[in-house]
Every structure is written in structure tokens, then in C-alpha cells.
């Protein structure tokens, strides 16, 4: 198994512009989550999706984060337009059903917005 | 509610000495309580999970964490520290996988 494949690894990219996030969670996975991670606020959960469907979305910062699951394999977390504040790691993770299941993570996304 | 309290931001120690990060977690229910490692610019890596079957549970790389439900403790422990180990280290208490809390991590140097 591949493990959980993001991409890219790093991003730079002007205030402004739109960035896109690539996630490929592990196969039979059914929990599918994206993080955030800054030295100020550490990990922060911004959205999970149960079976490609968002359940919750409600750390998502504001109206210019958007993510979506259009199948098992592939989901992507945009941010339309990116500002400097934006900067952090992004980290997807997926996991099996039920409370025991452990996540795995991805090796992120560092985006520098400038 | 549930919520996690990693003691130390930062714990330094000396190779070969022992290892010990303290974590004490808050929840109503019976939870879930997992040890995350995080190495420079990779993701979080599962070290071991608290599953209910036994209180002392063994993780990869020579770890291990002991659950007391009196003292809403789950710290991690390891005999005899190596250069590998240092990293960052992420307690999390989960009622399900909806609710997955993660500690601020403390961060583990091994001096030479």
C-alpha cells in the first residue's frame, strides 16, 4: 500500500491566485480528513468527508476554502483567492470506520502565500 | 466533552537515557487514545493505540504508554532513547472519528 499521496509537496504562489490541494487516500478507506498545521495554532481540522459526502465542515476558515470528494480515490481542498495568512502545511489523512481506527497521514502540502 | 493536555512543549534528553511524555486526557466516555510521531516534514506516523484490551499497550520503535483511568493519564514512555527519536509527539483522544482531539505535541531533542 502507497499510503495516503498528496500533492504537491510544496506550493509558492502569489496573494491572490487560486492554489489547489491533491489528496489520494488509501484504498478502502470510508473517512477522508484535511488539516491544517501552523506553529501558532497547530493541528486544525478543516473538513471530514464520510464516504465522499462532507460531514463537517465547520473549521473550514472562511468562504474562500473549498474542498471536494468526487470519488473514493481523489479529493482536492482549494483556497480561491490565497492570502499570506494562509500559509501552513496542509495534511490529508483517511481512516476505516469506527473509533479505533488510526489515522493515516500524508506527507502534506507546504504552501507559502506571498 | 473531550479534550487533551500534553504537560511539556519541549522535553530534551540524553541518548540512552530513559524517555518520558506526559499526556492526561478529559472525556465522559470510555475513549480511544492514540500516540502520533511527526518528523521533520512528514506526516503524523500512529506510534500505538489504547484500545480497551489492556492497559499497558506496545507501540513501533521501542515505545509504549500506560492507560490509568484514575489519573486520566496515557503517557509515553521509552527505556532508552535514540538520535531517531527526535521528533514532534501528538497524544489524541477520540470518542469516534468524528471527534478526534490532538494535544499541542511536544517536541523531543536527544542530545549525543
Known amino acids: 500500500d502507497a499510503g495516503v499521496i498528496q500533492s504537491p509537496r510544496h506550493e509558492v504562489t502569489e496573494m491572490g491566485q487560486e492554489v489547489t490541494l491533491r489528496c489520494k487516500p488509501i484504498s478502502g478507506h470510508d473517512y477522508l480528513f484535511w488539516y491544517r498545521q501552523t506553529m501558532m495554532r497547530g493541528l486544525e481540522l478543516l473538513i471530514y468527508f464520510n464516504n465522499n459526502v462532507p460531514i463537517d465542515d465547520s473549521g473550514m476558515p472562511e468562504d474562500r476554502f473549498s474542498a471536494k470528494m468526487p470519488n473514493a480515490s481523489f479529493s482536492t481542498l482549494k483556497i480561491q483567492p490565497s492570502e499570506p495568512r494562509d500559509s501552513a502545511v496542509y495534511f490529508c489523512?483517511?481512516?476505516?470506520?469506527?473509533?479505533?481506527?488510526?489515522?493515516?497521514f500524508g506527507n502534506g502540502t507546504r504552501l507559502t502565500v506571498t | 466533552a473531550q479534550s487533551v493536555t500534553q504537560l511539556d512543549s519541549h522535553v530534551s534528553v540524553s541518548e540512552g537515557t530513559p524517555v518520558l511524555l506526559r499526556c492526561n486526557y478529559s472525556?465522559?466516555?470510555?475513549?480511544?487514545l492514540f500516540w502520533y510521531v511527526q518528523h521533520p516534514n512528514k506526516g503524523l506516523q500512529l506510534l500505538l493505540k489504547?484500545?480497551?484490551?489492556?492497559?499497558l499497550v506496545k507501540g513501533i520503535n521501542g515505545f509504549e504508554a500506560e492507560f490509568k483511568k484514575s489519573e486520566t493519564s496515557f503517557h509515553l514512555t521509552k527505556p532508552s532513547a535514540h538520535m531517531s527519536d527526535a521528533a514532534e509527539y501528538f497524544c489524541?483522544?477520540?470518542?469516534?472519528?468524528?471527534?478526534?482531539?490532538f494535544g499541542a505535541g511536544t517536541r523531543l531533542t536527544v542530545k549525543p
Open positions: 489504547y484500545t480497551s484490551a489492556a492497559t
Open positions: 489523512a483517511s481512516s476505516l470506520v469506527g473509533r479505533l481506527s488510526p489515522l493515516h
Open positions: 489524541v483522544v477520540s470518542l469516534n472519528n468524528n471527534d478526534m482531539r
Open positions: 472525556s465522559s466516555y470510555s475513549p480511544s
